[in-house]
């Protein structure tokens, strides 16, 4: 009881503290709104509690982190980000974004399992949040808002001013300045480069589904794995693979010898891959700019062995990844939602047919695979960072999912699932180890007992 | 570091045995802490409070059927508990859980009051007192709390302007079954009427521009 109650008045005690603080914060100036992206419409449609559509991105310092100037890093660095300073209002044919005038959200310690659900009219209606526990830093960020570069790029600005903060002095007179790499750009992007379309890109045929016994509801499983960016290089030249390819061919065949035990199926397993289209159509916007691809992987016989499974991955993923098909895929979506018929529809029957079209088509992949890439931080403050991770919510049809990132030479993959079972995981980190990769686990304690 | 010898693997966590085989790992048995907070025992009290009344009322509203079936004289009043306590958990679910914003939620108290209202109503004979007085009355109470509401959020009155709509469609169905010679009237059709028309017109006059803006974020196609 006495427990609880100095827990309660520390609680307060903090929020006071906080309130004190930022008794100075001024909200930006700006009063404008802005339509929701091709990608971003589908969110509020298909967002639940089980299948939240958010995904995070941390970075660990070397040093533990100092809740209140964590608050004040957010609250400098927050009104610039057009894309982040939302929040989400509902119209009768599509939601749309306004600038968000509260404050920004409260920084909390984390005290509950990733990626979950946002609550739009919780949060001071933020669609992120901003979380740290011991020396790193979670944003979870509803895709709503942005992509993982999006998220990126806001997580990096956060990051330096925090450690501005924390260091007086380190860049100078660089106090509230941002970086030349940092975008502000908010364009849609897929509007601005799409072209009419008639062809459906998608797939919808069914792919192998993961399934069994589940973690307790909420649960979500975390397995981070660490390793040398060059070691996996190294790996990936002996298979003559691209990094991306050959994670997600591995990510194929795990599935394929642990799930499938070896043997034919008649659904193919397929790797969804997000793919990052601002290097095809010259974009900087921080808003979602992305397709999936489907990594096919048709399970013809029994017994294959890892380079044949990566040799049809390869030949899957090349045929896809090019500017043209890329095109198409988007431009597909974009042209629905530019169909003058569909846009009359009111927002709660689009919502509908949204929810059953994702349904339909998020059967056609076995798992995800996003790949952040590498990185980059400038000099001043290299000392100073550890580690990224990312990471992605489960979904319908996917049980279990899994992102990549790298920085400082050292790439970190990261499986999050809501199974109990972690055979494909362990194979998946096991077949690392044979091909000469040092790996090292470590999870967020789900599945011990 | 610890490592397992089968899996080819090094783990960190605080652990003695392997995540994935459950082989004892080797090493020195150090590790570092644990990076994710212990939450598995953090229970959801307020979900397992509403499944759990959602569930008894339910239980409760079978057990209430099955009285009212075998003790029948003529007023089929477990309707009446059945729409109750289907208003009771639309309530919690919508208004207790903070899922929702405060204008879906009077939006959805209001449509839920009409429709107990008539559920009521037909489980008395349907003598039409829910349509004569029931729903322009709601009408009314709509129009005041969100009269209330753009008091108190006098900063962003313009953000009720859709609920205000839909007072006004109903208040217009009201008007227009009053027309047919179906409800009732003249007074409580024209009060509900005016008086939701009177607090639209008025915003969309006197907010000007920022009225329109809203409509125009609201309705864009």
Same mark, same amino acid.
């Given at each position: 009881?006495?427990?609880?109650?100095?827990?309660?008045?520390?609680?307060?005690?903090?929020?006071?503290?906080?309130?004190?603080?930022?008794?100075?914060?001024?909200?930006?100036?700006?009063?404008?709104?802005?339509?929701?992206?091709?990608?971003?419409?589908?969110?509020?449609?298909?967002?639940?509690?089980?299948?939240?559509?958010?995904?995070?991105?941390?970075?660990?310092?070397?040093?533990?982190?100092?809740?209140?100037?964590?608050?004040?890093?957010?609250?400098?660095?927050?009104?610039?980000?057009?894309?982040?300073?939302?929040?989400?209002?509902?119209?009768?044919?599509?939601?749309?974004?306004?600038?968000?005038?509260?404050?920004?959200?409260?920084?909390?310690?984390?005290?509950?399992?990733?990626?979950?659900?946002?609550?739009? %009219? $919780?949060? &001071?209606?933020?669609?992120?949040?901003?979380?740290? !526990? *011991?020396?790193?830093?979670?944003? #979870? @960020?509803?895709?709503?808002?942005?992509?993982?570069?999006?998220?990126?790029?806001?997580?990096?600005?956060?990051?330096?001013?925090?450690?501005?903060?924390?260091?007086?002095?380190?860049?100078?007179?660089?106090?509230?300045?941002?970086?030349?790499?940092?975008?502000?750009?908010?364009?849609?992007? %897929? $509007?601005? &480069?799409?072209?009419?379309?008639?062809?459906?890109? !998608? *797939?919808?045929?069914?792919?192998? #589904? @993961?399934?069994?016994?589940?973690?307790?509801?909420?649960?979500?499983?975390?397995?981070?794995?660490?390793?040398?960016?060059?070691?996996?290089?190294?790996?990936?030249?002996?298979?003559?693979?691209?990094?991306?390819?050959?994670?997600?061919?591995?990510?194929?065949?795990?599935?394929?010898?642990? %799930? $499938?035990?070896?043997?034919?199926?008649?659904?193919?397993?397929?790797?969804?891959?997000?793919?990052?289209?601002?290097?095809?159509?010259?974009?900087?916007?921080?808003?979602?700019?992305?397709?999936?691809?489907?990594?096919?992987?048709?399970?013809?016989?029994?017994?294959?062995?890892?380079?044949?499974?990566?040799?049809?991955?390869?030949?899957?993923?090349?045929?896809?990844?090019?500017?043209?098909?890329?095109?198409? $895929?988007?431009?597909?979506?974009?042209?629905?939602?530019?169909?003058?018929?569909?846009?009359?529809?009111?927002?709660?029957?689009?919502?509908?047919?949204?929810?059953?079209?994702?349904?339909?088509?998020?059967?056609?992949?076995?798992?995800?695979?996003?790949?952040?890439?590498?990185?980059?931080?400038?000099?001043?403050?290299?000392?100073?960072?550890?580690?990224?991770?990312?990471?992605?919510?489960?979904?319908?049809?996917?049980?279990?999912?899994?992102?990549?990132?790298?920085?400082?030479?050292?790439?970190?993959?990261?499986?999050?699932?809501?199974?109990?079972?972690?055979?494909?995981?362990?194979?998946?980190?096991?077949?690392?180890?044979?091909?000469?990769?040092?790996?090292?686990?470590?999870?967020?304690?789900?599945?011990?007992? | 570091?610890?490592?397992?010898?089968?899996?080819?693997?090094?783990?960190?966590?605080?652990?003695?045995?392997?995540?994935?085989?459950?082989?004892?790992?080797?090493?020195?048995?150090?590790?570092?802490?644990?990076?994710?907070?212990?939450?598995?025992?953090?229970?959801?009290?307020?979900?397992?409070?509403?499944?759990?009344?959602?569930?008894?009322?339910?239980?409760?509203?079978?057990?209430?059927?099955?009285?009212?079936?075998?003790?029948?004289?003529?007023?089929?009043?477990?309707?009446?508990?059945?729409?109750?306590?289907?208003?009771?958990?639309?309530?919690?679910?919508?208004?207790?859980?903070?899922?929702?914003?405060?204008?879906?939620?009077?939006?959805?108290?209001?449509?839920?009051?009409?429709?107990?209202?008539?559920?009521?109503?037909?489980?008395?004979?349907?003598?039409?007192?829910?349509?004569?007085?029931?729903?322009?009355?709601?009408?009314?109470?709509?129009?005041?709390?969100?009269?209330?509401?753009?008091?108190?959020?006098?900063?962003?009155?313009?953000?009720?302007?859709?609920?205000?709509?839909?007072?006004?469609?109903?208040?217009?169905?009201?008007?227009?079954?009053?027309?047919?010679?179906?409800?009732?009237?003249?007074?409580?059709?024209?009060?509900?009427?005016?008086?939701?028309?009177?607090?639209?017109?008025?915003?969309?006059?006197?907010?000007?521009?920022?009225?329109?803006?809203?409509?125009?974020?609201?309705?864009?196609?």
């Amino acid at each position: 009881m006495k427990k609880s109650n100095s827990k309660k008045a520390s609680a307060r005690q903090d929020r006071e503290d906080a309130k004190r603080l930022r008794a100075g914060y001024k909200s930006t100036k700006k009063n404008s709104w802005q339509k929701l992206d091709n990608t971003a419409n589908l969110f509020p449609a298909i967002a639940t509690h089980t299948m939240t559509n958010v995904y995070r991105i941390a970075v660990s310092l070397h040093e533990e982190i100092d809740k209140k100037l964590l608050q004040r890093a957010l609250d400098m660095v927050l009104p610039e980000f057009d894309t982040f300073n939302v929040h989400m209002r509902r119209g009768v044919f599509w939601y749309y974004f306004e600038t968000n005038h509260k404050m920004p959200p409260l920084v909390e310690e984390e005290s509950d399992y990733p990626c979950r659900y946002i609550e739009p %009219y $919780l949060n &001071n209606n933020y669609l992120f949040r901003v979380t740290y !526990y *011991k020396n790193r830093i979670n944003l #979870e @960020v509803f895709h709503v808002l942005a992509d993982g570069m999006g998220g990126i790029n806001f997580l990096r600005e956060l990051t330096y001013q925090y450690l501005r903060l924390k260091h007086p002095g380190l860049c100078g007179n660089m106090d509230e300045g941002f970086s030349d790499v940092t975008s502000l750009n908010t364009e849609d992007s %897929y $509007l601005k &480069n799409y072209k009419k379309s008639h062809a459906k890109g !998608y *797939k919808t045929a069914r792919a192998v #589904e @993961v399934k069994g016994e589940r973690l307790p509801a909420g649960e979500l499983g975390v397995i981070h794995g660490y390793m040398q960016l060059e070691e996996i290089k190294r790996a990936c030249k002996s298979f003559g693979a691209s990094i991306n390819e050959y994670l997600t061919g591995l990510m194929a065949f795990s599935i394929y010898s642990e %799930y $499938l035990h070896g043997q034919a199926s008649s659904k193919p397993v397929v790797v969804c891959v997000p793919v990052n289209l601002r290097p095809y159509f010259d974009s900087m916007t921080t808003r979602n700019f992305f397709v999936m691809v489907s990594a096919l992987f048709k399970t013809e016989k029994d017994d294959y062995i890892f380079e044949e499974v990566l040799a049809k991955i390869r030949e899957s993923l090349k045929g896809q990844i090019n500017k043209e098909h890329l095109e198409e $895929l988007f431009s597909y979506n974009v042209s629905n939602q530019k169909n003058i018929l569909l846009r009359f529809v009111p927002f709660f029957i689009k919502k509908l047919a949204m929810k059953f079209v994702y349904r339909s088509s998020a059967k056609a992949g076995t798992t995800t695979l996003t790949n952040i890439g590498n990185i980059t931080i400038d000099d001043a403050y290299k000392d100073y960072i550890k580690d990224f991770y990312s990471m992605i919510s489960v979904s319908t049809g996917q049980n279990i999912k899994g992102a990549v990132v790298s920085y400082n030479g050292r790439l970190v993959f990261t499986f999050t699932s809501t199974l109990a079972d972690v055979s494909i995981q362990r194979r998946f980190f096991s077949l690392l180890s044979e091909h000469g990769v040092n790996v090292t686990i470590e999870s967020n304690g789900v599945y011990y007992e | 570091m610890n490592r397992c010898k089968r899996c080819g693997i090094d783990i960190n966590d605080e652990t003695s045995r392997c995540l994935f085989c459950g082989m004892v790992l080797s090493g020195d048995g150090s590790s570092t802490e644990n990076i994710y907070p212990d939450i598995r025992n953090k229970t959801r009290m307020l979900k397992r409070t509403i499944n759990i009344i959602t569930y008894f009322a339910v239980v409760l509203e079978i057990f209430l059927i099955v009285i009212n079936y075998y003790n029948y004289y003529g007023i089929k009043w477990s309707v009446i508990t059945g729409g109750a306590l289907f208003y009771l958990v639309l309530t919690l679910q919508y208004t207790v859980n903070k899922r929702n914003g405060h204008i879906v939620k009077i939006f959805v108290q209001m449509l839920g009051a009409m429709l107990l209202v008539v559920i009521i109503d037909f489980a008395l004979g349907f003598s039409g007192w829910s349509f004569n007085i029931g729903i322009p009355l709601i009408i009314l109470l709509m129009d005041a709390v969100i009269l209330m509401c753009m008091l108190i959020n006098y900063k962003n009155w313009q953000s009720y302007l859709l609920i205000q709509i839909f007072a006004l469609i109903s208040s217009i169905f009201h008007m227009g079954l009053y027309l047919a010679g179906c409800v009732n009237g003249p007074l409580l059709p024209w009060l509900s009427f005016g008086m939701s028309a009177f607090i639209f017109t008025s915003c969309l006059v006197i907010g000007g521009k920022k009225a329109e803006s809203e409509l125009k974020k609201r309705f864009y196609i």
